[in-house]
């Protein structure tokens, strides 16, 4: 009963925030001084910026067209759909709908941060624990310096570096280009799985996720260390129970919550990486499409973008908070009575 | 070993559950645990157990940090100023394009490190990108310190309904990744500009702004969290029965003491905005053309990788080993000046 209040309570939460941020989002278009038609499509015909105004509603009061951009049901004006029903209104250069075109990048990007994710803490996670483990050695010394190296790589160098050497001097690897994987016959049925998606997949992800392995890497190395001076530790050892099994076994998961945490809001971070990794490696995902935008000063698709980043961010952070509650009844109390 | 001060938190490894606790009582937003998960981890390796030793010099390395920082302001400075004797960063010597550094067969003698694709002084370019890339930097991570610190302090100090409505709106900038933000930030105050006519504005300053405001909500947090510690001591409490007003109790009594912490955050703030500058010019929207920085250099010669990168190669190393500095002072800071999370 009490975990459910305090769910609602985070539902809401999350429903100011997005509030927020569409707001936000909204107001970055409207605010631009002069006129906005002649702003948001300076390359534009007259046919177009009419177009424009009329679907912006721009002859309406401010907040109108909020209401409007949102699509609040009953409260908007007559015929127009907004956020709620799906409009995230259209690039006015080839008139495609936005949504369009999330479709067909979204899962590109998606894919490509869920690799680096999966990547970077299977590196982090056998070295966190490595280091916790020879703290003050050698190797703890070896690895700690490596990762503080690898932490002042911005990821557009590595990126850089990788398709340099792997790609263009040993050939290995193709330095552009993308395959569609699994997840793209879900948005978009005309796409079929490639065998080849993997093999355009692996210097992104590379690039991606090292700047990632070193973060996670200090940080389980710290909480390990700190719950290897436990009591119960102590005690396994006195039973005889096997290093390896005391440390993945009874140290590891009291340990992985603050490093949990931080992956979840790292998608955040992830996400920018991704956008200049695939810029760098021609992948056609959300990144490419936002760098176009900019490019081609397409403000209303920009905004949609920013808009579906910045929702998706939103629901992962809820959803790491919530896994948080389920995980430890402590905080399903405390928070619960707060 | 120093003598703990009163407020000073037990070493990280004394107690691996704490943070769970303060998120259990609902002082420790998700969030915060990424910063303090910084600090641990430096607090961790600095000094074994949370605490450095005292007293001890610098180490070699800290000392080639600052001897790096300091040769590139000199040269960022120098150049700008027009002291060096180098070549003009825009003038084209067509003989000279692509060529790599030290070349030997005659065609670019008199240009050490080569030239980029339209046969400009690859040295000339990386001095004078020094000044644009640390200008940007520095100007957005003073910018974010102002406003973010300015927000932070009033927060931390007011607590209460003052406090959750200034977290809630860094919270709704947080929900924002910050490349999408700083991104379209730059996009929207380039089309402000551009659609007012004033683009006389220095393009630099609509970075700085952009970068700026990203870092506000980030710096900000620091330093709300680092003044709500410290405005619930005795001093300031002493000074409040006094009768001092709530501003010179926050610039005499908070401030001074909350300024380390921002100060340690700068170095490391500095250094993520170098590598946004090379973000946003690597998307096309950084420092423009033709004034050279480290990542418009990169940007601009992004398609030559292949057939010379030492123009992509150069201006990273400068960037690498800027930003590496940058976070060994970081730290070094933090742990000198006993930092730690007492002030998240």
Redesign the interface.
């Given at each position: 009963m009490a975990a459910l209040r305090l769910i609602a309570r985070r539902f809401l939460q999350l429903a100011i925030v997005l509030l927020l941020v569409t707001f936000f989002t909204f107001s970055l278009v409207r605010l631009l001084p002069g006129d906005p038609a002649k702003t948001i499509i300076p390359f534009g015909s007259d046919q177009q910026r009419a177009a424009l105004a009329k679907d912006l509603g721009l002859d309406k009061p401010f907040l109108q067209q909020y209401v409007n951009y949102l699509g609040i049901p009953v409260i908007k004006s007559e015929g127009t759909t907004g956020l709620l029903q799906g409009n995230l209104g259209r690039k006015y250069a080839t008139n495609q709908p936005v949504g369009e075109l999330i479709k067909q990048s979204l899962p590109v990007s998606i894919q490509l941060v869920i690799y680096a994710q999966l990547v970077a803490l299977a590196l982090a996670i056998p070295l966190g624990v490595l280091t916790a483990y020879r703290a003050g050695t050698r190797t703890d010394r070896a690895v700690n310096t490596t990762a503080f190296g690898f932490l002042a790589l911005p990821n557009f160098v590595l990126a850089l570096l990788l398709s340099y050497v792997i790609g263009a001097r040993l050939k290995w690897l193709p330095t552009a280009g993308y395959e569609p994987g699994w997840l793209d016959p879900l948005f978009d049925s005309a796409r079929t799985p490639s065998v080849e998606h993997l093999k355009y997949m692996v210097l992104p992800v590379i690039a991606l996720a090292v700047g990632q392995v070193a973060i996670y890497m200090r940080l389980l190395r710290s909480d390990m260390i700190a719950t290897l001076q436990e009591n119960f530790i102590t005690m396994a050892k006195a039973k005889g129970v096997p290093n390896r099994r005391i440390l993945f076994r009874h140290a590891l998961r009291p340990s992985s919550l603050t490093l949990l945490t931080v992956a979840g809001l790292n998608v955040g971070t992830l996400i920018g990486g991704a956008i200049v990794v695939e810029v760098i490696f021609g992948i056609p995902g959300m990144g490419t499409q936002i760098a176009t935008a900019i490019a081609a000063r397409e403000y209303v698709e920009l905004q949609s973008y920013i808009f579906v980043l910045a929702f998706i961010f939103v629901l992962i952070n809820f959803a790491v908070d919530f896994c948080y509650i389920l995980l430890d009844p402590r905080i399903r109390r405390a928070r619960a009575d707060a | 070993m120093p003598e703990p001060t009163p407020d000073a938190v037990p070493p990280?490894?004394?107690?691996?559950n704490r943070?769970?606790?303060r998120?259990?009582?609902?002082s420790l937003e998700?969030?915060l645990?990424?910063a303090q998960?910084?600090l641990?981890?430096s607090?961790?390796?600095s000094g074994?157990e949370g605490r450095r030793r005292v007293g001890r010099g610098l180490g070699v390395g800290a000392w080639l940090a600052i001897g790096w920082l300091a040769f590139i302001v000199i040269v960022a400075v120098l150049a700008q100023l027009g002291v060096l004797p180098l070549k003009d960063p825009n003038r084209s010597y067509v003989a000279c394009a692509r060529r790599g550094p030290f070349s030997t067969d005659g065609t670019a003698s008199g240009f050490l490190l080569g030239c980029d694709s339209n046969g400009r002084d690859m040295i000339a370019r990386l001095a004078y990108g020094s000044w644009s890339s640390l200008i940007v930097a520095t100007g957005a991570v003073l910018f974010g310190l102002v406003f973010g610190g300015t927000f932070g302090l009033i927060a931390g100090y007011f607590g209460r309904r003052t406090d959750a409505v200034i977290t809630?709106l860094f919270?709704?900038f947080?929900?924002?990744?910050?490349?999408?933000?700083a991104?379209?930030l730059?996009?929207?105050l380039a089309?402000?500009a551009?659609?007012?006519g004033q683009s006389s504005v220095d393009p630099k300053l609509i970075l700085i702004l952009a970068i700026g405001i990203v870092s506000i909500p980030l710096l900000g947090r620091i330093t709300r969290a680092s003044a709500l510690s410290w405005s619930q001591r005795e001093f300031v409490l002493a000074a409040r029965a006094q009768g001092a007003k709530p501003v010179r109790i926050m610039l005499r009594e908070v401030l001074p003491n909350v300024l380390p912490a921002m100060f340690s955050i700068a170095l490391l703030g500095i250094?993520v905005a170098i590598?946004a500058e090379?973000?946003l010019s690597?998307?096309?929207?950084g420092v423009r053309p033709p004034t050279p920085s480290w990542g418009n250099i990169?940007g601009l010669d992004?398609g030559r990788?292949?057939e010379s990168?030492h123009i992509?190669?150069l201006p990273?190393l400068m960037?690498?080993f800027t930003?590496?500095s940058l976070?060994?002072l970081g730290d070094v800071v933090r742990a000198r000046l006993d930092v730690r999370e007492s002030a998240v």
């Open positions: - | 990280v490894g004394a107690d691996g943070d769970l606790d998120y259990a009582e609902g998700p969030g645990v990424v998960a910084n641990y981890v607090a961790v390796e074994g809630s919270n709704v947080l929900a924002i990744p910050a490349v999408v933000l991104l379209a730059v996009a929207f089309g402000a551009a659609s007012t250094a590598v090379g973000t690597i998307l096309g929207v990169i992004r990788l292949k990168p992509i190669f990273a960037i690498f930003v590496l976070n060994f």
